[in-house]
C-alpha cells in the first residue's frame, strides 16, 4: 500500500495559492468519436504541428481523421484502465499526492491537474481556480524536457485565457527538470529496483517521445535535453557507453524526425545479437499510450520478432513516492516567496499561552 498524504490546508480557509500539474491530454474514451475530437484539438495546435496551415488543414481533416481515430482508438482500448485512459488517472493521481505532500511540509496550496487537449481543459480549470479566489498560481507542466510541442504550448494556453481575464493571478512557469537531481535519482532507482528483481539487460534503452528533426536546428532545446537526462541517467546507474542507448520514437509524418528512432534500433540490437533489451521513457511523467501500447506491446513485438529473446519495460515514475518528493521538491523552490507556508494554528497557540501562564501562576 502507497503512502498516502493529506493536503494540510490551514482552518478550513481556501489556499490563495494554487499549483496546476498540466499533462498533454487524452480521449475521453477509446472510441473514434472520442478520438476525433482529442485529436482535431491536439493536431490543430500550430506549436504540434509546424506546416502552413491552408495546407495542413486539407491533410488533416480530409485524411487524418478520417483514418486515424479508429486506429488509435483500438490502441487506446488496449492499454485503458477500469478508472479511464492511464495517462488521466496517473496525472489525477500526482496532483492528489503532490498536494499531500506539500501539505506535509506545511504549505498551504491547492493542487489540481488539467490537460493541454481534452478534459479536465487548461481554461476551465483556471476558472475554477480563480473562483475559489487563487491568486497565486504556479504552472507545472508534466514533461521533464521542454519543448515547443509541449510546454510552450502549455504556456499558451495559459497565456490565451489569461487575455479573457481583468484581474490575473501572478503565474510563475516551470519550463524543464530534465536535470534535476531528485528527477534523476528517482528514475535510478526504478531501473535499479528493476535489475534487482529480474537481474541486468545487455543494453538499457532509453526511449523519449519525437521531435521532427527540423526543429533542432530551429534552436528547441529538447533534444540536448533528452541527451542531458540519459546521459545524467547513465552515470547514476555507472553504465559505460555501451551498455545503453537513447533513441526516439512515436514519429509522426512523412518528414524526418529525432534520430535513431526506437524500433528499428531495437530490431537492430536483435540483429545484432543482443539478446536483452530493457527499456524506459524518462520523456513521460506518467504512463501513456505512447508506452504502454507503442513500446510495451508494438516494440516489444517488433524486438522478439526479429530475433531478440527477452524484453523488459521498465515503468514511468507514476506515482512512485520517490517521485513524487522530487516533484514536491521542485514545485516548492518554485513557490518560494510567495506565502504559501501555513500560519501557526490561532486555537493551539492560545492553549499554549494559556498553559504558559498557568505554569507562571503556579510557580
Ligand atoms: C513527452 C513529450 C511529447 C512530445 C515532445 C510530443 C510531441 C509530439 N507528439 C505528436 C503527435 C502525437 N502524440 C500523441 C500522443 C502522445 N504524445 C505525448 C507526449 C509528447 N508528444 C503523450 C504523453 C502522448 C500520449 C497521450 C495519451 O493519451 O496517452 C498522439 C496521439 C496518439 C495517437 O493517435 O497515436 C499523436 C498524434 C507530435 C506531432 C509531436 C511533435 C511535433
Ligand atoms: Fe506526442
Ligand atoms: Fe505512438
New binding site residues.
Given amino acids: 500500500m502507497r503512502y498516502q498524504p493529506e493536503p494540510a490546508f490551514s482552518h478550513g480557509q481556501t489556499p490563495r495559492t494554487a499549483v496546476l500539474l498540466c ?5 475521453d474514451e477509446p472510441t473514434a468519436p472520442a ?1 476525433r475530437r482529442y ?1 482535431a484539438q ?2 490543430s495546435d500550430t506549436r ?3 506546416i502552413p496551415a491552408i495546407v495542413w488543414k486539407v491533410i488533416l481533416h480530409g485524411i487524418i481523421l478520417r483514418v ?1 481515430p479508429a486506429k ?1 482508438a483500438a ?2 482500448a488496449s492499454v485503458w484502465m477500469p478508472e479511464g ?3 488521466r488517472v496517473w496525472t489525477e493521481r500526482q496532483a492528489k499526492l503532490l498536494g499531500g505532500y506539500l501539505g506535509e511540509r506545511g504549505h498551504a496550496v491547492a493542487v489540481r491537474y488539467a490537460m493541454r487537449y481534452g478534459n479536465p481543459g487548461i481554461p476551465q480549470v483556471l476558472d475554477e481556480l480563480a473562483a475559489q479566489g487563487v491568486t497565486r498560481l504556479l504552472i507545472l507542466p508534466a ?1 521533464p ?1 521542454y ?1 515547443g ?2 510546454t510552450a504550448s502549455t504556456i499558451d494556453a495559459v497565456s490565451q485565457w489569461t487575455t479573457q481575464r481583468r484581474n490575473i493571478p501572478e503565474l510563475r512557469f516551470v519550463n524543464r527538470y530534465h536535470d534535476d537531481p531528485g528527477f534523476i535519482a528517482a528514475l535510478a532507482n526504478s531501473v535499479r529496483e528493476h535489475w534487482e528483481r529480474e537481474g541486468r539487460p545487455d543494453k538499457l534503452v532509453m526511449s ?5 528533426a527540423r ?1 533542432l536546428a530551429l534552436g528547441d532545446p ?1 533534444h540536448c535535453e533528452c541527451l542531458k537526462t540519459g546521459r545524467l541517467l547513465a552515470e547514476a546507474l555507472n553504465l559505460a557507453k555501451e551498455q545503453y542507448l537513447v533513441t526516439f520514437q ?1 514519429r ?2 512523412k518528414a524526418k524526425w529525432l534520430e535513431p528512432y526506437t524500433e528499428p534500433s531495437l530490431k537492430r540490437l536483435a540483429a545484432e545479437g543482443v539478446a536483452r533489451v530493457d527499456v524506459i521513457c524518462p ?2 511523467s506518467a504512463d ?3 508506452t504502454l501500447e507503442e513500446i510495451n506491446l508494438e516494440a516489444r513485438e517488433a524486438f522478439l520478432a526479429a530475433g531478440g529473446k527477452d524484453f523488459h519495460y521498465i515503468p514511468c515514475l507514476n506515482d512512485r513516492p520517490d517521485g513524487m518528493r522530487a516533484l514536491t521538491a521542485l514545485a516548492e523552490r518554485h513557490l518560494q516567496g510567495w506565502p504559501t507556508q501555513v500560519a501557526p494554528d490561532a486555537a493551539a497557540l492560545q492553549r499554549q499561552r494559556e498553559a504558559a501562564l498557568a505554569l507562571g501562576a503556579a510557580s
Wanted: with cysteine; net charge neutral.
Fill in positions: 499533462n498533454l491530454g487524452t480521449p478520438l485529436l491536439f493536431l504540434v504541428v509546424e486515424r488509435s490502441k487506446y485512459s492511464p495517462l514533461y524536457q519543448s510541442a509541449t523519449f517521445h519525437g521531435m521532427p526543429t529538447y512515436s509522426f509524418g520523456g513521460f501513456c499510450l505512447e
